[in-house]
């Protein structure tokens, strides 16, 4: 029987990745994002793929959610919390209080909403697994990123409270933590350190690899191949666990 898979955040960059793995391998996957064009095109271009369009961090939008899932899927075997926003880029003494509400919303309080509702279609298959997206931010402290390493950290306690909660019924809960992950939202990132720092956007890049024994930015599509195999049957008996994929990085700066 194929995987039935429900990833947040699936529109674009770690998320679609995911997806069209996922699909590679035979699974039916529904994607939940928030951008209802990338949904859309998503959708029309993929068969295998179902999508929703809502904010994780609303209980309604949840609940539609889950009824579509119920609908597009029949159940779930596999739930990738992916969706979460980076917040603002200054130190706490400046940062938004409302940005840092904002960032708790989406990052920790709709991981919960997406979660909570899953746990009673994941109970029903027979090899479940969940896989949280943390960071790199969720292994260190991350100067003037305090929202973003708060709930990165935080879903690490969730993922491994769920594990506990969730393997006697052979649901397994795991992390897995990006380093500095191509595409554009990590040369946002750089940009938004540079006018902290005063420095350039190119050397915020090369302070960054400053800390990583392998030079290289990481591939969405190995974050995928990750996520596959923790999803899958040689993976029955890890949970609880961090994965860092992130060049062996030594600090998130």
């Known amino acids: 029987m194929s995987q039935r898979v429900l990833i947040t955040a699936g529109g674009g960059g ?3 990745a995911v997806a069209k793995a996922f699909v590679a391998q035979g699974a039916r996957v529904h994607i939940s994002d928030i951008n ?13 793929i179902t999508g929703s369009v809502g904010d994780v961090s609303k209980p309604e939008d949840v609940d539609a959610l889950f009824a579509e899932v119920r609908e597009q899927l029949g159940g779930l075997d596999v739930l990738v919390n992916n969706a ?7 130190p ?25 509702r899953a ?4 109970k029903e298959s027979e090899a479940a697994s969940i896989i949280t997206m943390s960071s790199l931010a969720g292994r ?7 929202a973003y390493s708060t709930t990165k950290w ?6 491994k409270t769920l594990a506990m909660e969730l393997g006697p019924f052979g649901i397994t809960s795991n992390t897995v933590h990006p380093g500095a992950v191509e595409g554009p939202r990590i040369m946002g990132v750089f940009e938004g350190r540079a006018k902290v720092s005063g420095r350039t956007v190119q050397e ?38 961090m994965f860092p994929i992130d060049g062996d990085s030594k600090a998130a700066q």
Do not use: C, W
Not at 140 to 146: D, E, H, T
Not at 154 to 159: C, K, N, R, T
């Open 14 to 16: 770690i998320g679609l």
């Open 36 to 48: 209802a064009e990338a949904v859309a095109a998503i959708v029309a271009e993929n068969p295998a």
């Open 84 to 90: 979460g926003i980076p917040g603002a880029t200054a």
């Open 92 to 116: 706490v003494e400046e940062y938004p209080a409302e940005t840092f509400a904002a960032v708790i919303g989406v990052n920790l309080q709709g991981t919960f909403n997406v979660t909570q």
């Open 119 to 122: 746990i009673p279609l994941l």
């Open 140 to 146: 260190f402290g991350y100067p003037n990123r305090v």
């Open 154 to 159: 935080g879903l690490v306690g969730f993922a």
């Open 204 to 241: 915020e890049i090369d302070r960054a690899m400053e800390n990583q024994s392998v030079k290289k930015f990481i591939a969405p599509e190995d974050i995928a191949a990750l996520i596959l195999f923790l999803a899958g049957p040689h993976a029955r008996t890890i949970s609880g666990q």
